[in-house]
């Protein structure tokens, strides 16, 4: 070998050893930054995971204190505790403690292997974060535990403990769930999260900055390494090919295998090391150079695993070539080869989510312009056609001249997962959120489907829930599916076999149908499907607990499709998630029907602690007690008690309550307002699990209405129902009781019998309504009118019996009795209508009366029948001449009776004329009995005898029928007359009144239904006026005939008995026409009748008119027509013709007819009548002999008829006052001489009172005088 030789040599064994040296060094700087690279790396994953573990353990706090206190359920308590020991280091730390831990089967998590005890605080010390950083993770452990005070408030909360002033809980109370839950959504725990979600964030934001920075400071390093190694292979090439030429093959060959190895390298191809040529520097070199590679590669691969540990992968980007160059890693991430990945740009961004698209390209221009690293998140299409979700830190590391960027690199990190549970805890709160609103079960259903389908655009989802059955699955929610579809399988059988939803439901599993048209399950339902646009189908069932089936969740696709694992944890997720929402609906409608059955039923419900103390009570009791909630809870029931049970009851309550378990009774409680009321109530005893009792249940039901009717019934069996009076049965049994009293007491007593004068008419006029009010307020009248020892009964009807006990005379029963007859002689004013009744009352004495009970009640009732003959409104006492005056009268009706069917009554008719003409127009039938033994029997001997029997209707009717015989024999003889025939109101209120008299006139065709008028008596109407004065109006109007009111002025007259009698005719009383000359009374009274009589167009007739001075007066004050002894007397039907022939009228009335007097001269020719009628009486008695009675006229000068009429005179003011005051004065000097005479007469001196007649016949002629100057003046 030549020097040249050796001195390549030695310049190519120098330059090996300083090649040598440069790769030694090169290697040392590569290794030890790759270390630090991973350093960094393995400490950032470890800073990452401690500050995600503080995070995911609030979240996780959070989460299990929010469901312990929407659900109560004692295992998420247990959980939130065990989170807070381990990372307070209490418990031993699980031994790869991720944040998934939680989600890990219990199963599952019981096994998991535990290491040794140690807080997270402590875990992160040992990790190199800066000051600052380890500051902010303090600050946030720290306000951590601020919300655990608040999360532990909620619990106490929850179960009742309250915090006082000196900061210990006591119970104050029920647990207060709202204001728990309340507490865990307010602001204040809100911010309180905040305040550790944002040092946590902050400290990550800082971390991901700086180890990005080192990562790529350390990164450019290692390519500087590499750079200075392509250098010193580039020299030692250079070397050699300058020595190449003077090398031999022994140097060459090597050289250029080295240069084909360095080549490949570079070129980043596989090398294959072959065998050294010689075993000199230059294999050494080579020997080494592989040497290198291979430590090398394994620095690379640490890096790689680095990198895949994170689920990370580089990238190299060229903004200006759109060349794009990534790791082997990322290509995993989604699933694909390196070989198969573009390195275009275009292609990259072409596999990106479409929503994603927009935000990637503007976050690719911050690159042109950002200097720091830029983050952004983002879908990638993965091999398998899901999306893979990717977090890309990426910063420009190199700039062309013109500053713009031609080279950026950075890291992808797979984040699927986290955003995978980030999804389901969304998808977790919302349920729950839904569920704490009560929200309806479809609307909760559809939003979980819509939250599935908006973050998978190509599934479409379905829930069918399961019948009670357990045989058929409904349609619940399917937004996505048409509605035919849905139709369709509404009600599908669940069944094995039966489409992917049936089957899964029957085998309780999951069933994958990848393609629908060729799977078996399918083969009914193929055709649907494809109808509806379904290709797959990918069934979960929907397991609640205790293994039920509540139905199943559906994912379906357009397209062929298996689920990718990730798919199919979602499934899973989402039929739990479906079945917690399931199950908490069918609990909150179970709790609601139970809230409803506490609320809504009308039984009380009571429920006390173990001591009796209420504790809880529903509306229905607050309704029966009066009392509210509030004023009940926390008291002992007894405040409703009525003290009506002893306490010995209670006792003996408690005691069947302790033996049993249970009681039911009736117990009388009172309410708030005093009242007293009665409940059927069930109790029940409530224990624990341990056998100890913990509540009573007391569920009853107010009775007060049965107990009520029970008494009532009582009451009717000895009540009047209507009256509240003992009736026949309990009267019997006291009437017994009260003898035996009587013949103990050795006193009397009274036994009586009532019977109400007129209730008949008003109970059939104004109805069985009225009636019975009438009779409560008579009962009540009695009965306030009696003693308390006395009894009074209701026999039926209108009849009221009556016991007077302890009566020692007559006497003292008649006090009772005029007492009652006072009473019920009082108006009775029902529905604003006034009633007048009376009562007639038969009295028998015990034991004067010796009789048995049932006899003397039949002899008080026949005294009683007595007290009607003689009147009504009167009582009577029974004796043995009544008892016999009783058979005598019932022996008197048959006797009338039999009068009637032997023909032996017979009308007697009193001519009426009109006493201005003269004219005779009609007359008055009047019955008489011609006896056959006693002859004429006046009327007033047999008709009060049969008042209110049945035959005085028959003698009526045949009065009625013998009055049109005798019209129509008249008209036959050409004599017009109006015949007047009397009828009782208890003829006219009887059946049928208005057909028979249409009938009996209509047996008389010449006599006209006018020529009939029908006289009723004025106090018989007032008995029913209203129904009296219907029938009076159908006479009139729809009969014909015309009604006269007899006897008028003798009841109660008033403008409503002329407003409600339609009557044609007025007739005024002879009681009041016989003295009206004499008193005042009468002619004002009958002065007054006149008036109402014109008023309200009637005609008026005066009966009893015995004297021309009664005509003339009449025939002054209005009145033309008159009857009477003065006229004629009554008179047979034979003599009606003849009496006519004879008949005279009277002159002097006659020509007062003729007078067209004024109304003063009627008023003084009214006072001359007056005064010639004192004046005559007067003188009569004076000159009379004094050992007659005397019937004086009014001596009062104030009373009379003259002294009344100049009253009355100055009153109307139709005469100059002061001749009035001249004729007053006339007038009592006149009294005064007429005083001064009837004294000495009465006082005897009979010769002074005849001496000084003159003296007053002067008088009589000076007042005469007088009155007769105002006439001729």
């Known amino acids: 070998m030549n020097i040249q030789i050796k001195t390549i040599f030695i310049l190519l064994g120098t330059t090996s050893t300083l090649l040598i040296v440069l790769f030694f060094w090169a290697f040392i700087d590569l290794a030890n930054e790759s270390r630090e690279l991973e350093s960094i790396e393995h400490n950032r994953f470890l800073m990452f995971e401690k500050s995600g573990e503080l995070r995911q353990s609030s979240d996780e706090l959070t989460k299990f204190a929010r469901i312990y206190v929407i659900t109560g359920d004692k295992k998420y308590k247990d959980f939130y505790f065990n989170v807070l020991d381990i990372r307070n280091g209490k418990v031993k730390r699980p031994k790869d403690y991720s944040l998934l831990y939680w989600n890990l089967p219990e199963s599952e998590r019981i096994n998991h292997p535990l290491?040794?005890?140690?807080?997270?605080?402590?875990?992160?010390?040992?990790?190199?974060?800066?000051?600052?950083?380890?500051?902010?993770?303090?600050?946030?452990?720290?306000?951590?535990?601020?919300?655990?005070?608040?999360?532990?408030?909620?619990?106490?909360t929850l179960i009742g403990l309250y915090k006082d002033s000196s900061g210990r809980y006591t119970i104050r109370g029920n647990s207060n769930k709202a204001l728990a839950i309340e507490l865990l959504h307010s602001k204040q725990y809100q911010v309180a999260k905040n305040k550790i979600l944002a040092p946590i964030d902050e400290f990550?934001?800082?971390?991901?900055?700086?180890?990005?920075?080192?990562?790529?400071?350390?990164?450019?390093?290692?390519?500087?390494?590499?750079?200075?190694?392509?250098?010193?292979?580039?020299?030692?090439?250079?070397?050699?090919?300058?020595?190449?030429?003077?090398?031999?093959?022994?140097?060459?060959?090597?050289?250029?295998?080295?240069?084909?190895?360095?080549?490949?390298?570079?070129?980043?191809?596989?090398?294959?090391?072959?065998?050294?040529?010689?075993?000199?520097?230059?294999?050494?070199?080579?020997?080494?150079?592989?040497?290198m590679k291979q430590e090398i590669d394994e620095d690379l691969k640490r890096l790689e695993f680095a990198l895949s540990a994170g689920h990370q992968g580089w990238y190299e980007l060229n903004p200006q070539t759109g060349k794009f160059i990534v790791s082997e890693e990322y290509a995993k991430l989604i699933g694909f080869t390196l070989e198969e990945i573009g390195s275009d740009t275009k292609d990259w961004q072409s596999h990106i989510h479409t929503s994603d698209k927009a935000g990637v390209e503007l976050v690719l221009k911050k690159f042109y312009t950002a200097k720091e690293p830029v983050e952004f998140t983002y879908r990638r299409l993965h091999r398998n056609g899901t999306w893979v979700w990717l977090h890309t830190v990426g910063q420009a590391v190199q700039w062309d001249v013109n500053d713009k960027p031609i080279k950026i690199v950075g890291v992808h990190t797979d984040i699927t997962q986290s955003k995978l549970h980030e999804f389901r805890e969304n998808m977790r709160n919302q349920v729950l959120e839904l569920l704490i609103k009560d929200e309806p079960l479809n609307s909760i259903l559809t939003s979980v489907l819509n939250a599935v389908e908006n973050g998978n655009p190509d599934m479409i989802c379905s829930i069918l829930l399961s019948d009670?059955?357990?045989?058929?699955?409904?349609?619940?929610?399917?937004?996505?599916?048409?509605?035919?579809?849905?139709?369709?399988?509404?009600?599908?059988?669940?069944?094995?076999?039966?489409?992917s939803c049936g089957t899964s439901a029957f085998r309780k599993t999951r069933v994958i149908v990848e393609d629908i048209q060729s799977h078996p399950y399918w083969k009914e339902f193929?055709?649907?499907?494809?109808?509806?646009?379904?290709?797959?189908?990918?069934?979960?069932?929907?397991?609640?607990?205790?293994?039920?089936?509540?139905?199943?969740?559906?994912?379906?696709?357009?397209?062929?499709?298996?689920?990718?694992?990730?798919?199919?944890?979602?499934?899973?997720?989402?039929?739990?998630?479906?079945?917690?929402?399931?199950?908490?609906?069918?609990?909150?409608?179970?709790?609601?029907?139970?809230?409803?059955?506490?609320?809504?039923?009308?039984?009380?419900?009571?429920?006390?602690?173990?001591?009796?103390?209420?504790?809880?009570?529903?509306?229905?009791?607050?309704?029966?007690?009066?009392?509210?909630?509030?004023?009940?809870?926390?008291?002992?029931?007894?405040?409703?008690?009525?003290?009506?049970?002893?306490?010995?009851?209670?006792?003996?309550?408690?005691?069947?309550?302790?033996?049993?378990?249970?009681?039911?009774?009736?117990?009388?409680?009172?309410?708030?307002?005093?009242?007293?009321?009665?409940?059927?109530?069930?109790?029940?005893?409530?224990?624990?699990?341990?056998?100890?009792?913990?509540?009573?249940?007391?569920?009853?039901?107010?009775?007060?209405?049965?107990?009520?009717?029970?008494?009532?019934?009582?009451?009717?069996?000895?009540?009047?129902?209507?009256?509240?009076?003992?009736?026949?049965?309990?009267?019997?049994?006291?009437?017994?009781?009260?003898?035996?009293?009587?013949?103990?007491?050795?006193?009397?007593?009274?036994?009586?019998?009532?019977?109400?004068?007129?209730?008949?008419?008003?109970?059939?006029?104004?109805?069985?309504?009225?009636?019975?009010?009438?009779?409560?307020?008579?009962?009540?009248?009695?009965?306030?009118?009696?003693?308390?020892?006395?009894?009074?009964?209701?026999?039926?009807?209108?009849?009221?019996?009556?016991?007077?006990?302890?009566?020692?005379?007559?006497?003292?029963?008649?006090?009772?009795?005029?007492?009652?007859?006072?009473?019920?002689?009082?108006?009775?004013?029902?529905?604003?209508?006034?009633?007048?009744?009376s009562a007639s009352t038969g009295i028998t004495i015990y034991p004067n009366d010796k009789s048995e009970p049932d006899t003397l009640i039949r002899h008080a009732d026949q005294a009683m029948y007595h007290a009607k003959l003689a009147g009504k409104n009167r009582y009577h006492l029974f004796s043995t001449e009544q008892d016999q005056l009783a058979m005598t009268q019932h022996t008197r009706l048959g006797e009338i009776r039999e009068a009637l069917y032997a023909?032996?009554?017979?009308?007697?008719?009193?001519?009426?004329?009109n006493m201005k003409t003269g004219a005779v127009f009609g007359a008055e039938a009047l019955i008489r009995w011609i006896h056959p033994d006693k002859g004429l029997i006046p009327p007033l001997d047999f008709l009060p005898i049969i008042e209110e029997t049945p035959l005085e209707i028959e003698i009526g009717d045949w009065v009625i029928k013998q009055a049109l015989s005798q019209l129509s024999n008249w008209k036959l003889l050409d004599i017009e007359l109006e015949v007047s025939v009397n009828i009782s109101s208890n003829h006219l209120l009887s059946?049928?009144?208005?057909?028979?008299?249409?009938?009996?006139?209509?047996?008389?065709?010449?006599?006209?239904?006018?020529?009939?008028?029908?006289?009723?008596?004025?106090?018989?109407?007032?008995?029913?006026?209203?129904?009296?004065?219907?029938?009076?109006?159908?006479?009139?109007?729809?009969?014909?005939?015309?009604?006269?009111?007899?006897?008028?002025?003798?009841?109660?007259?008033?403008?409503?008995?002329?407003?409600?009698?339609?009557?044609?005719?007025?007739?005024?009383?002879?009681?009041f026409v016989r003295d009206m000359l004499e008193d005042p009374s009468d002619y004002a009274i009958i002065d007054g009748i006149i008036g109402l009589a014109r008023s309200f167009d009637r005609k008026i007739i005066a009966e009893g008119v015995e004297t021309t001075e009664q005509g003339l007066m009449l025939i002054l004050m209005g009145c033309e027509e008159a009857q009477g002894y003065g006229i004629a007397k009554p008179m047979p039907a034979v003599k009606i013709s003849e009496w006519l022939t004879e008949y005279q009228s009277n002159s002097q009335w006659i020509a007062y007819g003729n007078r067209n007097l004024t109304l003063q001269e009627s008023k003084i020719e009214i006072f001359k009548l007056a005064f010639a009628q004192w004046k005559q009486q007067f003188l009569s008695?004076?000159?009379?002999?004094?050992?007659?009675?005397?019937?004086?006229?009014?001596?009062?000068?104030?009373?009379?008829?003259?002294?009344?009429?100049?009253?009355?005179?100055?009153?109307?003011?139709?005469?100059?006052?002061?001749?009035?005051?001249?004729?007053?004065?006339?007038?009592?000097?006149?009294?005064?001489?007429?005083?001064?005479?009837?004294?000495?007469?009465?006082?005897?001196?009979?010769?002074?009172a005849k001496k000084n007649l003159p003296l007053l016949q002067s008088s009589f002629e000076e007042t005469d005088r007088l009155v007769t100057s105002f006439k001729s003046r």
Not at 139 to 144: G, I, L, P, Q, V
Not at 212 to 231: C, D, G, S, V
Not at 1186 to 1192: F, I, L, N, V
């Open 991 to 1071: 059946k049928n009144f208005i057909s028979k008299l249409e009938k009996s006139l209509s047996n008389y065709e010449n006599v006209d239904s006018s020529d009939l008028q029908l006289e009723i008596l004025e106090s018989s109407a007032l008995s029913d006026l209203k129904m009296i004065g219907q029938i009076i109006k159908k006479c009139r109007k729809q009969v014909g005939v015309n009604v006269a009111l007899d006897d008028f002025g003798t009841g109660y007259s008033s403008l409503t008995h002329l407003r409600n009698l339609s009557a044609n005719t007025i007739k005024i009383d002879q009681t």
């Open 468 to 499: 009670k059955e357990k045989t058929h699955l409904f349609t619940g929610v399917a937004p996505l599916l048409p509605d035919f579809y849905n139709n369709a399988i509404d009600g599908i059988t669940i069944g094995d076999g039966i489409g």
């Open 526 to 837: 193929k055709e649907l499907a494809k109808q509806a646009n379904l290709a797959a189908c990918w069934s979960q069932p929907i397991i609640g607990t205790n293994n039920s089936l509540l139905g199943t969740f559906a994912i379906y696709h357009r397209h062929i499709s298996s689920p990718s694992e990730e798919e199919l944890k979602l499934i899973e997720f989402i039929a739990h998630l479906a079945a917690i929402a399931i199950e908490k609906s069918q609990i909150n409608k179970e709790r609601s029907l139970s809230d409803r059955l506490f609320s809504d039923t009308h039984e009380g419900i009571i429920i006390t602690d173990e001591h009796g103390i209420m504790v809880n009570v529903n509306p229905a009791c607050c309704n029966i007690s009066g009392y509210s909630r509030e004023e009940l809870i926390g008291k002992s029931p007894s405040i409703l008690s009525s003290g009506k049970q002893s306490p010995d009851f209670y006792r003996d309550m408690w005691k069947s309550l302790k033996e049993n378990a249970y009681w039911q009774g009736e117990i009388w409680n009172r309410n708030k307002n005093g009242e007293i009321y009665a409940e059927l109530i069930s109790i029940s005893e409530l224990k624990n699990d341990t056998d100890n009792t913990i509540n009573y249940v007391g569920l009853f039901t107010d009775i007060t209405k049965s107990k009520k009717q029970q008494e009532k019934l009582n009451l009717l069996a000895h009540y009047d129902e209507l009256t509240q009076l003992p009736n026949r049965t309990l009267f019997n049994d006291k009437f017994h009781l009260a003898i035996k009293h009587s013949i103990k007491r050795q006193n009397q007593l009274a036994i009586c019998f009532l019977d109400l004068d007129n209730f008949k008419p008003i109970n059939d006029t104004f109805g069985h309504a009225v009636g019975d009010l009438l009779l409560v307020e008579v009962a009540k009248r009695i009965t306030l009118n009696i003693r308390e020892e006395d009894t009074v009964s209701r026999q039926g009807g209108d009849e009221f019996a009556l016991l007077l006990g302890d009566i020692y005379n007559y006497s003292q029963c008649e006090i009772i009795l005029q007492q009652i007859h006072n009473a019920l002689a009082e108006p009775f004013v029902i529905n604003g209508q006034r009633h007048d009744i």
């Open 1181 to 1248: 008695n004076i000159q009379s002999s004094p050992d007659g009675a005397k019937s004086w006229p009014i001596t009062d000068k104030t009373k009379c008829p003259c002294g009344t009429w100049i009253k009355r005179a100055k009153q109307e003011q139709l005469f100059d006052n002061s001749w009035l005051e001249t004729i007053n004065q006339a007038h009592d000097a006149l009294h005064r001489i007429a005083d001064d005479l009837i004294f000495k007469y009465n006082d005897g001196d009979i010769y002074y």
């Open 204 to 291: 990550q934001h800082s971390l991901s900055n700086r180890t990005n920075k080192a990562n790529a400071e350390k990164i450019q390093l290692i390519t500087n390494i590499f750079i200075r190694i392509y250098i010193i292979l580039g020299f030692a090439l250079t070397v050699m090919i300058l020595t190449f030429i003077s090398l031999t093959k022994r140097v060459f060959s090597p050289i250029e295998y080295l240069t084909k190895v360095i080549t490949s390298f570079k070129e980043g191809n596989k090398l294959t090391k072959k065998k050294i040529f010689y075993h000199d520097e230059i294999g050494t070199m080579i020997e080494s150079f592989f040497d």
């Open 903 to 913: 023909d032996q009554f017979e009308l007697y008719y009193q001519p009426k004329i």
């Open 115 to 156: 290491g040794d005890p140690s807080s997270l605080k402590s875990e992160m010390s040992k990790l190199p974060f800066l000051p600052f950083e380890f500051d902010k993770l303090d600050d946030a452990e720290r306000n951590s535990n601020q919300l655990v005070q608040l999360e532990v408030e909620a619990f106490n």
